[in-house]
């Protein structure tokens, strides 16, 4: 059974496309400089014709019939194309909506004189189309959240890199909230390169962590338990003075763990405790070096 | 005792913590809190949180800046409809977890602010309130 509309569709279909282009480009807020107008000219034309197919089959109301899969599969590729470049949501809910004038359009022209018709066709491309900018949306957060959780990982992974600070020792140095995903990248990465470097301390700087409670600082213990558990020792460098006074307060015991106030006076007694002696040369002796 | 301000926050996710506190420590700079009692303030916010996700599947915390007896300070109440505490005074104690874990949070937090008050029935839920002044010790 074939619809009016699609009909319409068949036989307007280079006009229609047409003027579905022009109503996309009147949106003054559509940035040309993120796609080109051959790229847009192709995806119009690609979704008009899964348009046309799906009316074809006779299947009117239901987006989620299987007649409707090429039209959910473009339109889905285009809102996750266009959630990666930066489109807008108002830009990406556009495409699909403005098809609707020109429709409303192509059909007024053809059953201007039959009003009847005329209502019926535009109810039912209406809410077509309303549920297809629906699904539009839906797709385009998906793929919002897709580079959000990328970002994420990726977040995770630069924040935490371990420096080679001397001969058998690292440095860790950790900035922002502590937490369980976090730890584990962080003693991950940790004992990976204890056993790369052959290091036999390693230095968790927490300047940047802005508040030690009590689940960081389990973190924090777990973590020393698993270096020395690979025959290494921990020290924990970059505890605040405020940071300090509320660990006491909490009552959490760091006692079984060497901490210090700064990175330099840790990375002294890591020297210390390697047997290595670091001091100012005088004069003579730098002299005698070149 | 007067309120200031007022505001409230969900929490459902882990993801909500961080935020949240970003909101108690906006919150504590405004009315000039010294880095310590701040620290200290975010840090007691921060095991309630925890609590409230961990054994109560999340709630809601209602954020307000008031003045009394001509001190300004940030009072926090954590509202959960979890399963209650039984025996709050065994839950109030050093090392009592039925979570494998510190069991610090609590005690900690009654150490770390100037007010704290707990109230909770079983399978009701849970209310804690905390309040921290501005020059609190
Ligand atoms: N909102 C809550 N709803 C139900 N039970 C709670 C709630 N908060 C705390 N409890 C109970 O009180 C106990 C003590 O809480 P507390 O925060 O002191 O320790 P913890 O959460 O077990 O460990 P930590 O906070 O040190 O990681 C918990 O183990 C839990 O049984
Ligand atoms: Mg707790």
Known sequence: MKNATSKVIRKNKAQILESWMKYQ?????????????????????????????????????DINAREFEPIRDTLGEISVMRARRGYSPRETGTFVLSLKQSLFDALEK????????????????????????????????????EVILRQTDEINEISTPVIRVWEGILALPIIGTLDSARTQIVMENLLQEIVATGSSIAILDISGVPAVDSLVAQH??????????????????GIRAEIAQTIVHLGIDLSNIKTKASLASALRLAYDMMGVEVKKMDRRSKISLL | ??????????????????????RVRELATKIGMSLVNQTKLITAA??????????????????????????????LTFEDQGPGIKDIDLAMKDGFSTGKSLGLGLPGTKRLVNEFSIKSV???????TITHWKNGR
């Open chain 2, 46 to 75: 921060s095991e309630l949180v925890r609590n409230m996700l961990k054994y109560a599947n999340g709630g809601k915390v209602l954020l307000e800046l008031i003045s009394r007896n001509g001190q300004t300070g940030v009072r």
């Open chain 1, 25 to 61: 480009l009147t949106d003054e807020d559509l940035r040309d400089d993120l796609m080109n107008m051959e790229e847009l000219h192709g995806q119009s034309e690609q979704l008009l014709d899964s348009f046309l197919n799906a009316l074809e089959s006779g299947n009117m109301n």
């Open chain 1, 110 to 145: 053809e059953f201007k004189s039959q009003p009847e018709i005329l209502y019926k066709e535009i109810i039912l491309v209406n809410n077509l189309l309303d549920s297809l900018s629906i699904f539009t949306f839906e797709t385009f957060i998906k793929g919002r959240e």
């Open chain 1, 220 to 237: 924090l213990i777990k973590t020393v338990s698993a270096t020395r558990l690979m025959g290494a020792e921990c020290i924990i460098s």
């Open chain 2, 122 to 128: 079983p399978g009701e839920g849970t209310t804690v």
């Open chain 2, 1 to 22: 005792m007067i309120q200031i301000s007022k505001d409230s926050m969900p929490i459902l996710r882990e993801q909500d913590v961080v935020p949240f506190r970003n």
